[in-house]
């Protein structure tokens, strides 16, 4: 049974830093990419960032280049989200998911609930 099950999330304040995880259980994480979406209130789900699976290239939305970085520990089945000097804009409900490649949301076939990070201002 394919599972993601994301943690980390929480309160942090504005040029704070958080990590995020994505704990994939059920499959084989080398073969996939993970991507990383967000969600925040009122708005659509956007992508922010993605790890390949082969050769483990990282992707990411303009707005968190810099200041987010992905990996991924296949031994551990893992993959975390170190976001760094964040803003409240970064607010959102951030979900991992898994695809055959980065690429866009629907293409990814397994989804976490989410986990919600909160940015003070």
């Known amino acids: 049974q394919v599972q993601l099950v994301e943690s980390g999330g929480g309160l942090v304040q504005s040029g704070g830093s958080l990590r995020v995880s994505c704990a994939a259980s059920g499959f084989t994480l080398d073969y996939y990419a993970i991507a990383w979406f967000r969600q925040a209130p009122g708005k659509e789900r956007e992508r922010v960032s993605c790890?390949?699976?082969?050769?483990?290239?990282?992707y990411y939305v303009d707005s968190v280049k810099g200041r987010f970085f992905v990996s991924r520990n296949n031994v551990k089945s893992t993959v975390y989200l170190q976001m760094n000097s964040l803003k409240p804009e970064d607010t959102a409900v951030y979900y991992c998911?898994?695809?055959?490649?980065?690429?866009?949301?629907?293409?990814?076939?397994?989804w976490g609930k989410g986990t919600l990070v909160i940015v003070s201002s």
């Open positions: 998911a898994r695809g055959h490649e980065c690429a866009g949301l629907s293409t990814m076939d397994y």
């Open positions: 790890i390949s699976g082969t050769m483990g290239r990282a």
